[in-house]
């Protein structure tokens, strides 16, 4: 009988784990509350029509018709994960040899966060952005303020790169509506060095973009709250906004700090080894299921530039695929994570893009202009269709 996995969460790290594990022969469950996976890095072209939602969204049905696991929709509210034992809204789960908790992660809570959109919240605020930006240019003008925000207790959980991307496509849409005197454009965050994880370089080269772009900056305050019409900062100044863009920084999913018993940072990510495998304490009586985590839920170590990727998160689902089918073979091989930390990203403008990249050796950054852009459409399409086998994929990718 082939051995048994469950994967909880039907994101990238969740995805790609049941696609190798598959390959393995493998028993693959997966559970997700969505019926698509969303492809967040393509979705910055929602609000201005680019491409339509239901292509950044690939059907979960397609996905287990084309790897053959098995996808069961359903809510995950407890995870008895040293009893082996996973309670959803529908159906409670438990005889697995492996377990693989991949349900992403939760956002940092502020006051009147109903004022703000988010381009990396629920897959739906994407048609909202792009509702509310017609709305706005309908009306003739106004101010728009996007921003992210940092996780103080860990800073590995940001995620930036997108508030970049709409802000620069937002300004490449206005052009061609020949509405950019209209609108005040503002970059807002309260990190003091936004965008200094990608390098030396790039705070330099993001202020160049800024005054290229003439996008205002406001950094380095602390948000006291978002308000209808702005963000009002902790020294009790305000930056007015008629549309607020607001990337939340990562902190542990709300099963994990409120149901259930596994180990977890100060952040609420998940304890995990170089391995993925969840680090209980020593001496707890754990049942024989095998519990790993991958992507944001899990807790990184490594260097202080480290950040939360969609293809770190791949990376860590591929090596632990790899693991789990060696550990059942009896070999000692294994891969882990850490060597493979690095921040990649073709930052796209509508127009162009910025190619970044960072690992333990090296920095890079430059412009790619108009071609820069078709790259990364061009991933879009080549992510989509080797996910669903119509084309090969690139080893490694």
């Known amino acids: 009988m082939n051995k048994k996995v469950l994967i909880l969460g039907g994101g990238f790290a969740g995805v790609e784990a049941a696609i190798f594990l598959r390959r393995e022969k493998f028993d693959v469950t ?11 890095p393509t979705s910055i072209w929602i609000p201005v029509k680019k491409i339509k939602f239901e292509e950044a969204c690939i059907p979960m049905k397609s996905l287990e018709k084309a790897h053959g696991f098995k996808w069961v929709k359903d809510e995950i509210i407890e995870i008895k994960a040293k009893q082996g034992i996973i309670i959803c809204k529908n159906e409670e789960f438990s005889g697995y ?10 956002k940092r809570k502020y006051k009147g966060n109903e004022n703000f959109l988010s381009i990396c919240g629920a897959p739906t605020e994407a048609e909202q952005l792009r509702d509310k930006l017609d709305a706005l240019i309908k009306k003739g003008g ?10 103080p207790i860990d800073k590995s959980a940001v995620r930036g790169g997108p508030a970049f991307e709409l802000l620069f496509n937002v300004n490449n849409y206005l052009k061609k509506h020949h509405k950019r005197n209209k609108f005040k454009l503002v970059f807002f965050s309260p990190v003091q060095n936004p965008g200094a994880k990608m390098g030396k370089k790039a705070p330099e080269f993001m ?16 948000i006291k709250q978002f308000v209808s019409d702005g963000i009002e900062f902790t020294d009790d100044t305000k930056l007015d906004s008629d549309y607020t863009m607001y990337i939340p920084a990562l902190q542990g999913h709300d099963v994990f700090y409120n149901a259930s018993d596994l180990p977890l940072t100060e952040a609420g990510f998940i304890k995990i080894d170089d391995y993925q495998k969840v680090q209980f304490d020593k001496g707890e009586k754990l049942s024989k299921t095998h519990i790993y985590a991958v992507g944001d839920s899990s807790a990184l170590e490594g260097p202080g530039w480290k950040a939360k990727q969609g293809h770190i998160a791949e990376v860590m689902a591929r090596n632990l695929a790899f693991n789990i089918a060696e550990k059942e073979k009896g070999s000692s091989k294994r891969k882990g994570y850490k060597e493979h930390l690095n921040i990649l990203c073709v930052m796209d403008s509508g127009d162009g893009a910025a190619f970044i990249y960072r690992n333990h050796d090296k920095e890079i950054i430059f412009p790619l202009p108009i071609i820069g852009h078709w790259m990364k459409k061009g991933w879009g399409w080549y992510f989509k269709n080797s996910k669903l086998k119509k084309i090969p994929r690139i080893p490694g990718m």
């Open 30 to 40: 997966l559970i997700s509350n969505r019926d698509y996976l969303y492809v967040y």
């Open 97 to 106: 040899d492996h377990i693989i908790i991949a349900l992403g992660a939760g």
């Open 207 to 222: 202020d160049a973009y800024y005054h290229r772009l003439k996008i205002d900056k406001h950094v380095g305050k602390p």
């Open 142 to 151: 106004g101010t728009i303020a996007m921003g992210f925000g940092g996780n």
